[in-house]
C-alpha cells in the first residue's frame, strides 16, 4: 500500500479512463495535465478520432487547449478499444447511468463496464466508479460482480471507490479541481489510496464510506430541484397575486438563512431531472413524497409557458395556430451547448404540434426539437407574433427590444420565463409582456 502512494504521488500510475463524455474527458484531461499517462476510452470513434487529433469534442471553456496540449505531450490518447483495460493500473468509470421511461435507474453501460474490466483485472488495481448511482450500488452491485469476475478480494488485492463528479457544464475545469471532492471507499484502504491520487488533481478532498458519497451526491441535485420546485410553486402564487416574484425572492434572500432559487421554464440537463427518482428508489415512503412533487411541479412548468403563450395570444385575438413564434434558447441552461432535458423541447413540440410557426435561436445549441433554425436574434423574431425567451444565455440579457418590436408583427408579446427581461420597458416599448412569477403587464 505505501509503494502505491508512493507510485501515485511520482505520477508512475497508467489510467484509463472509460466513458469520454462531459465528466470523462475532463477527468482524463485534468490527471494528463497533472503528469499522468491517461486514456480516455469511448465506444463512439468519431470521439476518438476528435480527441486523438489534440481536439474536444465538448465545449466546455479551457477543454480544447488541455486535450490539445496532453495529446501533443503523449500524455493522453483516446481509444475504443477495452485491451487497455488490462494494462492500467487506475480504470476511472464515467458511463451515462440514464434514467428509462418508468423512471428507474438503468445500470446497463456501468455493468457492461464493470464485466468488461472484470476478468482482466489485476491485482494492486484502483477501480474509481464516478457515474450517479443509486444508494447501494457499490456495495451490492459493483463489488461482487468485481470479485465473481476477477477472483480477487475488494480492499486486499484490489480498490474500489465511488468518486461522485459535482461538476457543472460550464465551468467543468475550475470546479473539477476547486470543489471539494468526496471518496467514498468500499473500505479504509480504497478510501485511502484513491484520496491519494484525486489529491492530485483536486484541492480539497473529504473521506467517507462508499454508500454515504452515493447519498450525499444524489441529495446536492435533489435539494437544488426541491428548491427550484419551490422557487416555481413561489412563482405560481405570485403570478395570482399580481406580485414579482423575483422581488419576493430577493426580499426573502436577505434573511441570513434563506436561498431560495429561481424560478423559470422547468428544470432540464441531465442530472437534476434524474438524481431525485434515484435517491428514492426501492425506498418504501412512510410520508408524502416531497421530492416526488418537486419533480411533478418543475416538471408542470412547461405547461405553464404553453398556457401563457395560448392566453397571450388570445388576448391579442390570435391562436397558435395562426401565429409565427420566435423561441430564443434550446439549452437547458445559460451559456451552454447542451440541450439534454431542455425545457424548451416540451415547449416547441407542444407549440408545433398546435399549428404555430417556431423559429428558434440558440447561438451555442445545435438542436432545434424539429423547429425551423435561424441564425440570429434578427432572423428568428423577425415577422413573429410573439417571442419567448427560454433560456439565460448571456447574449439573451440585453436584448435590444426596440429592434426587436420593429422587425415583429403588430401588438407583439413577449415571454419571458428566465426573467431576464427588464419588465417595465418591454411595457415601455410597447411589448404585451408576460413573466414568470409576475404575469401578464
Ligand atoms: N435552474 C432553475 N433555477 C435555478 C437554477 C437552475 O430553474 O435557480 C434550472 C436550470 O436552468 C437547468 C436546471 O435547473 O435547466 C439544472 O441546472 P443546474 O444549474 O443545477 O445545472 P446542472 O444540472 O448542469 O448541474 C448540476 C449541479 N449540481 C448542483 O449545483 C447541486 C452540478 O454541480 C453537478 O455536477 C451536476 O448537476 C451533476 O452532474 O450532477
Request: charged fraction near 25%; aromatic fraction near 6%.
Amino acid at each position: 500500500m505505501m509503494k502505491k502512494v508512493a507510485d501515485i504521488q511520482n505520477k508512475g500510475l497508467r489510467l484509463a479512463v472509460l466513458g469520454s463524455g462531459y465528466v470523462g474527458l475532463p477527468t482524463a484531461a485534468l490527471f494528463a495535465d497533472a503528469g499522468f499517462y491517461v486514456t480516455a476510452v469511448d465506444i463512439n470513434p468519431e470521439v476518438v478520432k476528435i480527441v486523438n487529433s489534440g481536439i474536444s469534442p465538448i465545449k466546455e471553456p479551457g477543454l480544447n487547449e488541455l486535450v490539445s496540449r496532453n495529446v501533443q505531450n503523449g500524455r493522453l490518447k483516446a481509444t475504443s478499444s477495452l485491451e487497455v483495460l488490462a494494462q492500467v493500473d487506475v480504470i476511472i468509470v464515467s458511463v451515462q447511468t440514464p434514467i428509462d421511461k418508468n423512471k428507474k435507474p438503468n445500470l446497463s453501460f456501468l455493468m457492461k463496464a464493470i464485466e468488461d474490466m472484470g476478468k482482466t483485472l489485476k491485482k494492486g488495481i484502483l477501480v474509481v466508479i464516478n457515474s450517479t448511482i443509486p444508494p447501494g450500488t457499490m456495495l451490492e452491485k459493483i463489488k461482487p460482480k468485481l470479485e465473481l469476475l476477477s477472483g480477487l478480494r475488494a480492499e486486499e488485492d484490489f480498490y474500489l471507490a465511488y468518486v461522485p463528479e459535482r461538476i457543472a457544464p460550464g465551468k467543468a475545469l475550475k470546479e473539477f479541481v476547486k470543489s471539494p471532492r468526496l471518496v467514498g471507499g468500499i473500505g479504509p484502504n480504497s478510501t485511502r489510496i484513491v484520496s491519494e491520487l484525486f489529491r492530485m488533481v483536486c484541492r480539497t478532498v473529504i473521506e467517507t464510506d462508499a454508500t454515504t458519497a452515493e447519498i450525499a451526491k444524489l441529495a446536492e441535485n435533489t435539494f437544488r430541484d426541491v428548491n427550484i420546485a419551490f422557487a416555481n410553486q413561489l412563482a405560481l402564487v405570485c403570478e395570482q397575486h399580481g406580485v414579482d416574484v423575483m422581488e419576493v425572492i430577493r426580499l426573502a434572500n436577505t434573511h441570513p438563512r434563506v436561498n431560495i432559487h429561481m424560478p423559470g421554464p422547468g428544470v432540464g440537463g441531465p442530472c437534476l431531472t434524474k438524481d431525485p427518482y434515484f435517491l428514492t428508489y426501492g425506498i418504501s415512503l412512510k410520508t408524502r413524497d416531497l421530492i416526488g412533487t418537486a419533480r411533478q411541479i418543475n416538471d408542470y412548468m412547461p405547461r405553464h409557458i404553453v398556457e401563457s403563450v395560448i392566453d397571450a395570444l388570445k388576448e391579442n385575438g390570435k391562436d397558435v395556430k395562426s401565429s409565427t413564434i420566435a423561441v430564443l434558447g434550446t439549452a437547458y441552461k445559460g451559456d451552454i451547448d447542451d440541450s439534454r432535458n431542455s425545457p424548451s423541447e416540451l415547449i416547441i413540440k407542444r407549440l408545433k404540434k398546435m399549428g404555430g410557426k417556431i423559429k428558434v435561436y440558440d447561438p451555442y445549441c445545435k438542436e432545434t426539437f424539429g423547429a425551423h433554425k435561424t441564425n440570429s436574434i434578427k432572423e428568428s423574431v423577425e415577422n413573429a407574433d410573439l417571442v419567448i425567451v427560454l433560456t439565460d444565455h448571456t447574449l439573451f440579457k440585453n436584448l435590444d427590444l426596440q429592434k426587436i418590436k420593429q422587425l415583429m408583427r403588430k401588438k407583439p408579446i413577449i415571454i419571458d420565463s428566465r426573467r431576464i427581461v427588464d419588465p417595465n420597458e418591454a411595457v415601455d416599448q410597447g411589448f404585451i409582456y408576460y413573466g414568470v412569477g409576475l404575469g401578464k403587464l
